[in-house]
């Protein structure tokens, strides 16, 4: 996997690349300073942490009157992982241990088009080679293509998915089944897919509030995850704040990240929210989940 990473985000990444060629040259005087903070910005680190790299490897550099390429790589190494691994109680692993007699609940957020329905397919495949039973709860209804690319997905792993036959349905009394069907059946995981148009803000929040309050009936919903596009860099940002005030989200999966440079945004969206990336997507195949890992992704992206 982390050979993959690396390959696929290599590919697309020019951060690595543009910073070592930077600090590889002779002189590190304020021109190429800024060109550094330039490179970090449009991979989408975000101005604050852009600043605080920059200063901070700024003062070691010259503190420590680094020239050596391979020792100014590693400081930079070393500032990058503090910034997307702050520690601070980010635990990434995935609530899936179900409680006795009633399986773990997992809501999937985002904007419609951020690869919702995929991560789902995708989680529900990755619990499955677990040895999880697993059942997928249809709660986008708006559309029925959304339904039929789920049960699709469904079927491709061998899970049942929960729907309702007719196009506007209450998505709240459909993940409500959904977690029922999960509960008579013994499944040890529940995954909710549910609907992101954001044009309507203030019914996309009354609709997952309340699927989350009916879902609530059962039981707690263990996770709450959210997610983003990767290509849509800092704009996401804006989306994951709105989210964020009608669910409690307790994770976050960055999609596309095999298409993007701007893996930076995994800085700024924990900033923000104060919650860990906890999958990342490389691709639409079924196996192109992994979780997501601090070291492997930095060294991806130094590559
Ligand atoms: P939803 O509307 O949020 O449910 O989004 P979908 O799951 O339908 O995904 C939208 C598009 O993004 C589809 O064409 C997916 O195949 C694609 N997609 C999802 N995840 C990834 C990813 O990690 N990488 C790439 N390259 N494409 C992805």
């Known amino acids: 996997r982390l050979v993959r990473l690396r390959a696929r985000l290599a590919r697309s990444n020019a951060l690595g690349r543009g910073l070592l060629e930077l600090l590889s040259r002779d002189k590190l005087d304020a021109d ?23 200063d901070r490897l700024r003062e070691r550099v010259t503190v420590l009157g680094v020239r050596d390429v391979d020792q100014v ?11 997307v691994d702050p ?33 789902v ?24 293509a959304a339904a039929d690319q789920l049960a699709t ?5 061998g899970v049942p998915t929960i ?9 709240a009394s459909v993940a409500f089944d959904a977690v029922k069907a999960g509960i008579e059946t013994e499944a040890d995981v529940v995954l909710i897919d549910t609907a992101g148009r954001l044009q309507n803000k203030v019914g996309l929040m009354d ?15 263990d996770e709450v995850l959210l997610v983003l596009d990767a290509t849509t860099g800092q704009n996401g940002m804006q989306q994951a704040k709105v989210f964020s005030e009608v ?18 945004i995994v800085v700024a969206v924990q900033r923000t929210l104060g919650v860990p990336v906890k999958l990342i997507g490389l691709g639409e195949g079924p196996d192109d989940l992994a979780p997501f890992d601090p070291d492997a992704f930095v060294d991806a992206l130094l590559a």
């Open 32 to 54: 190429t300073w800024d060109e550094i903070e330039e490179t970090l910005l449009m991979a989408d680190l975000g101005v604050d942490p852009t600043t605080e790299l920059v």
């Open 73 to 83: 790589r590693g400081l930079l190494r070393e500032e990058l992982k503090a910034l």
């Open 87 to 119: 520690g601070e109680g980010l635990d990434r692993s995935l609530a899936v241990d179900h409680a006795p007699g009633r399986p773990a609940v997992v809501m999937v957020v985002g904007v419609n088009g951020t690869g919702k329905t995929t991560t």
């Open 121 to 144: 397919g995708k989680l529900a495949r990755v619990l499955v080679a677990e040895d999880k039973d697993v059942v997928l709860g249809a709660a986008d209804t708006f559309r029925a």
């Open 153 to 157: 997905w469904g079927d491709r792993v």
């Open 163 to 171: 729907r309702s036959d007719r196009d506007g349905a209450d998505p």
């Open 207 to 221: 609709e997952l509030g309340k699927v989350k309050r009916v879902v609530e009936k059962h039981g707690p919903v």
């Open 247 to 264: 669910v409690n989200i307790t994770g976050i999966v960055l999609t596309k990240l095999d298409g993007t440079a701007k893996g930076g």
